[in-house]
């Protein structure tokens, strides 16, 4: 039986989690091994960025890991940015800043916590990155305002970029995709690491499916939004805060 709510973890327990794993997530190309199709949903959400707001001059990465998001889109944009990044864990956000300004001579903020507790500038940014982190959201009230907090961190024309683990809404698919996924876990680190991956998942996570995600979109504000990329129990998405009058 799945951990209900209440008893997931608390971001303490997370935060210590994230403090031991600084080394493992500071790779580009390896760092979310744990993740189908990690390299191309980084690809997409970069290059769907950059279609869709082809002025850059800030970015949020929301639980920003050790950066890797935000460096493939400087790499990408091939420009600098200014940029605020956030995660729970301070070793991973030191990491971070120091990857980010060894390619960027944009100004870096950092804020160590959990985002939604940080009073960002309204109408500021032009990309917000989520890779792998809205998936420790809770309840519904929860995912409403952090949703429509994105929105309003976001300039008009700017556009929000997700890319996360994601349940099913029919629970024959979800037992599908996830015995799949545990599949893929299984070929990749053998059954004992499946099975630790699958125990912090329900331990910590609490994901939503696609489609309650971009219908929470829809209800915020987001026109269009679009999806990118879905394999087994991941997906790329995001939209795009309309500019008024157009």
Known sequence: MATPLHEKSSLDDI??????????????????????????????????????????????????????????????YGQDFDCD????????????????????????????????????PTNSFDVVIAAAVLHHLRD???????????????????????????AHESGQVHEL??????EYLTGLGGAHYAEQVFAYIDKEDSPRSVTYQIELMHHVGFRPVDILHKNSCFAAFGGIKPIIGR
Not at 93 to 119: C, H, K, M, P, W
């Open 85 to 120: 990044i956030c995660d729970l864990s301070l070793p991973m956000l030191e990491r971070a800043e120091d990857r980010i300004q060894a390619e960027n001579s944009g100004v870096v903020t950092a804020y160590q916590g959990d985002f939604r507790d940080i009073a960002f």
């Open 177 to 182: 995709m996830w015995r799949r996924y545990g």
């Open 15 to 76: 935060r210590a989690r994230f403090d031991a794993d600084v080394e493992r997530f500071s790779n580009l190309e390896t760092g979310q091994a744990a993740t189908i199709d990690a390299p191309l949903a980084m690809d997409l959400i970069t290059q769907a960025a950059i279609a869709a707001t082809p002025t850059i001059r800030r970015v949020l990465d929301i639980g920003c890991g050790a950066a890797n998001n935000t460096i493939k889109l400087r790499r990408e």
């Open 140 to 166: 519904d009230a929860d995912w409403e305002a952090a949703f429509e907090m994105i929105f309003h961190l976001l300039r008009p024309g700017g556009s929000f970029w997700i890319t996360d683990l994601v």
